[in-house]
């Protein structure tokens, strides 16, 4: 009976209460990202407006993941406490503001130090709702549920890269990050109002002791270390490829504007309709099944950007996208299912990879463009995908002997 009414607790698919639920999420991905990535297309700018080098430019964003990593602990810590949403609302609505006040400083330093700033207040949204998605949403649909919020991270990643660089062309790229600020706004605002209250989650008054104790067992779980360190390679590479395919096509022999830039980042599009499969795929023939295709997928398009024309390099963009998305849905997923308790936890180590993998690997990636140019860059992100394929196989054949 116990388990029967537990099981009653949970948001079952086809219900109102899941569907705002996931449109809730939507939200919170969608102006995460969006807040996180608008200056990847500003790159370029930064560095001719600033006066400072490609590999200087990428600390715009390498700061505020770097941050956002180190937030994530923070965050998973204070929502065992005090709850899932309200720390969401708060992290989103002063990531927001944060933007808006990178649209008003005049010096480069003091824009690094708002962008860390925000970072650090993001981290209250991933792992978070990541453990949220876990602990509410029936097993048996964890993985579309979850599919659909990673969607929403790639809408918001697409939105806030496409409106940037357009704005920017047409007005300059300080109105560009204020608008992405306030659409932030109201994002944050629309995701206070759908998401309903949790009726899993058990508030714990908990010491530093027992935190590193969660941690800790998750990281000596092989299957989760390793889902951990695909999280690092995947992000790694994917952000390494969007931080510097821009240098190269706003140079000859493409000479693309800041709008041509931006617009090639609506193959995210393709993202969301991966991830969502993803999800699906994966609830029907298992995320560690699906999660190799998905890496191998990402390495073809990376192999497709050595190529001169445009169209294939874009091809290549596009499936490094979907085989990304896809992937990182599939572990995300994995990570709610093996991690049998403190779920908020499991969740912040994987997000910790995650983002360390873009912060780290994202600006590593700049010496590599600045030594070799791009087939360096393809060759250096090819490795980490390569790295991440076998970490997968490694996992599923750790799972299958637990």
């Not at 560095?47 to 505020?64: E, I, N, Q, T, Y």
């Not at 409106?163 to 944050?188: K, N």
């Not at 695909?230 to 992000?235: D, H, R, V, Y």
């Not at 990376?302 to 085989?323: D, E, Y």
Request: proline share 4%; hydrophobic share 55%; net charge positive.
């Amino acid at each position: 009976m116990k388990a029967d009414a537990e099981t009653k607790q949970f948001l079952v698919r086809r219900t109102p209460a899941y569907r705002r639920a996931s449109l809730a999420l939507f939200l919170s991905g969608f102006s995460t990202f969006s807040l996180l990535y608008c200056v990847q297309p500003l790159m370029p700018i930064f560095s001719h407006d600033f006066g400072v080098s490609p590999a200087a430019s990428s600390l715009s964003l390498s700061l505020s993941t770097g941050l956002l990593a180190v937030a994530i602990f923070f965050a998973a810590a204070v929502s065992e406490r005090f709850g899932r949403r309200s720390l969401m609302f708060v992290s989103l609505l002063g990531a927001s503001i944060c933007t808006i006040a990178c649209a008003l400083v005049p010096d480069w330093h003091m824009l690094l130090v708002i962008r860390a700033l925000e970072g650090f207040l993001l981290g209250g949204v991933p792992a978070v709702a990541m453990a949220y998605l876990s602990e509410e949403i029936d097993p048996k649909g964890l993985g579309a549920s979850m599919g659909l919020y990673i969607a929403g991270n790639a809408f918001g990643g697409m939105a806030g890269r496409v409106v940037t660089g357009i704005l920017a062309e047409y007005f300059s790229w300080r109105p560009a990050l204020a608008g992405i600020g306030v659409l932030g706004i109201l994002a944050a605002i629309g995701f206070l109002v759908l998401l309903p209250p949790s009726r899993n989650f058990v508030p714990r008054k908990s010491t530093a002791v027992y935190h590193a104790r969660a941690w800790l067992a998750h990281i000596r779980n092989p299957a989760l270390a390793l889902l951990f360190a695909i999280g690092f390679l995947l992000m790694g590479a994917f952000v390494t490829i969007y931080n510097y395919v821009g240098f190269r096509l706003v140079a000859p022999p493409y000479d693309l504007n800041q709008t041509e830039l931006g617009l090639i980042f609506t193959v995210y599009l393709f993202g969301i309709a991966g991830s969502w499969a993803a999800g699906l795929l994966g609830d029907r023939f298992g995320h560690f099944r699906v999660m190799p295709v998905c890496i191998v997928i990402a390495i073809l398009g990376v192999a497709a950007t050595l190529t001169s024309p445009l169209p294939l390099i874009i091809l290549g963009i596009v499936l490094l996208t979907s085989g990304f998305f896809m992937a990182h849905s599939a572990a995300s997923a994995l990570v709610g299912k093996l991690a049998r308790d403190m779920k908020g936890h499991a969740s912040s180590l994987y997000l910790l990879g995650y983002y360390l993998g873009s912060s780290v690997a994202g600006s590593i990636g700049g010496h590599f463009w600045s030594a070799g140019g791009w087939p360096a860059v393809a060759a250096f992100t090819a490795a980490l995908l390569l790295a991440a394929l076998l970490a997968s196989l490694q996992a599923r054949r750790v799972a299958g002997r637990r």
